[in-house]
């Protein structure tokens, strides 16, 4: 039932979401795809490039001409990413939903497989290939998709208020000032739907129960002002690779991974956190842990899926995804380099204080420079994680009726090793507030990789799902 309306609606109402997107949506979602607007992060001169401006004017474009009353615009503060802003009104006497997304994107990540390109939307049966199509093209569509399959039957629902940001992937910098330029015209807020996250399988409904948090810094060591013979040098002058390995392992111990600073691991795993992870590895096994184009013959951390879904969600872990001072191995002489730079990622438990996870990070690297060299920590903005508040229960209902309708199964719920900042700000500024984070980065979708996808059908059973929520908000 859809608020109370025939089956048959919801079969229609569905129908109506599944032709909208796929003829309506994906011709835009293909122009979307081939804009390279990455996020500020990974592109210092997005300003004067432009390409986050013109993603934000082609979205909006779409969103304004689709047959749903209200406001549809491109909000640009000074210096600012841009946000697209929708108010559509509804029943005045039910709450506001806030319906969330990003357009930012990642960069190429490398080459893609033969005939695909990180900026060409490129589809294969249920695959539309491309950087930004899952993560997070498609939310903008999926959501209006939805809104305007209720305005087309005529399906009643309360205020929603639609954003979709700018610069997610840079850790949202610009969120909160946004939220507060908006805050008038957004209100208060009963419901927030969350589009950005994850699935582990594409044959059902996966409710995100928490977020991890991340932190991003630059790390630089420093032993000379220039390069030198490394036949002179070596064995004198220390190497500024082994003194940045070694301040790591004040961080992480190098033979499994296990990070060594308190303030990295929270508090611990809630009870009823640890019980839901040990059902859906029973459940699902390792296809819930994740599947990964794996080496032959690498081990994974764990014992089992339990395991390891445990550390993937709840854990903390360390990567370096970057470096500069390394030439290529081609250009690479005998010369003992002066300096080494290496780009930090840490995933942090959702329960984790990532304000005083990002201090401790930064002063466990200065402290004591190993030889005398020269460290410096640069932390971009902590992003604190999320763990979701219980659900009230006319929003099981409206989640489990949804899944079952559009998956045939119902809803699992699992925790997502990902970090999207906004259900942090979010949940601090509406306390009471109601949460539904899903998503359609499943298996092999490869978000932030080469050859990500979205799967069209798990999209139109998302956008499906959204509007049956949306007509059952109180």
């Known amino acids: 039932m859809l608020d109370g309306r025939p089956a048959g609606l919801v079969k229609a109402v569905a129908e109506s979401v599944t032709a909208l997107f796929c ?3 994906l011709p835009t979602l293909r122009e979307y795809t081939a804009i390279e607007c990455l996020s500020p992060a990974f592109d210092a001169d ?11 004017a082609l979205l909006a474009e779409w969103c304004a001409a689709r047959a749903v009353e209200g406001s549809v615009e491109v909000v640009r503060l000074a210096g600012r990413t841009p946000v697209i ?3 559509l009104p509804g029943e005045a006497e039910r709450g506001t939903t806030l319906v969330y997304g990003h357009l930012d994107k ?3 990540l490398g080459p893609w497989r033969e005939g695909l390109a990180a ?4 589809q294969e049966g249920d695959r539309l290939y491309g950087r930004g199509t899952a993560d997070d093209g498609y939310a903008t569509f999926a959501a209006f998709s939805a809104l305007e399959a209720l305005a087309r039957h005529e399906v009643s629902r309360g205020r929603v208020v639609v954003l979709i940001e700018g610069s997610e992937e840079s850790g949202s910098p ?10 008038p015209r957004i209100g208060e807020v009963a419901l927030v739907i969350c589009l950005d996250s994850g699935c582990a399988t594409y044959d059902r409904l996966w409710v995100t129960t928490s977020l991890r948090g991340v932190l991003v810094g630059t790390l630089t060591v420093s032993v000379l002002t220039e390069g030198v013979h490394s036949g002179h040098a070596g064995g004198i002058v220390p190497s500024s690779f082994r003194l940045a390995r070694s301040l790591l392992s004040r961080v992480e111990d190098e033979r499994d991974g296990s990070i060594l600073l308190p303030e990295l691991l929270g508090p611990g795993i809630p009870a009823h956190r640890r019980a839901q992870i040990a059902e859906v590895a029973a459940q699902f096994g390792e296809a819930a842990a994740g599947q990964f184009p794996l080496v032959g013959g690498l081990q994974l951390s764990g014992e089992d899926a339990a395991s390891r879904l445990e550390a993937g969600t709840w854990g903390s872990a360390l990567e370096v995804t970057g470096a500069s001072g390394l030439p290529e191995p081609a250009a690479g002489g005998n010369v003992l380099r002066p300096s080494t730079t290496l780009k930090l990622s840490v995933r942090l438990p ?5 304000v005083a996870a990002a201090a401790a990070l930064t002063a466990t690297l200065t402290a004591a420079p190993p030889a005398g060299a020269a460290v410096t920590v640069a932390m971009e903005q902590p992003g604190q994680g999320w763990d ?6 006319w929003l099981e209902e409206a989640l489990r009726g949804a899944s079952l309708e559009h998956f045939g199964e119902p809803p699992a719920a699992l925790g997502l090793g990902g970090s999207i900042p906004f259900m942090a700000a979010l949940g601090l500024r509406y306390p009471g507030c109601q949460f539904v984070a899903t998503g359609v980065l499943g298996p092999e979708s490869n978000a932030h990789g080469p050859n990500e996808f979205l799967h069209l059908p798990t999209a139109c059973r998302v956008g499906a799902v959204v509007a049956e929520v949306l007509a059952a908000a109180p």
Do not use: I, K, M
Not at 46 to 56: C, I, K, M
Not at 119 to 122: L, M, Y
Not at 174 to 183: E, I, R, S, V, W
């Open 23 to 25: 003829d309506e949506a």
């Open 46 to 56: 997005w300003e004067t490039h432009g390409a986050l401006d013109r993603a934000a």
């Open 85 to 87: 802003l929708a108010e």
């Open 106 to 108: 990642q960069p190429a």
């Open 119 to 122: 900026f060409r939307a490129v």
């Open 174 to 183: 610009d969120l909160d000032a946004y939220l507060d330029h908006l805050a």
């Open 350 to 354: 959702p329960n984790a204080d990532a």
């Open 388 to 393: 979701a508040p219980d659900s009230a229960p």
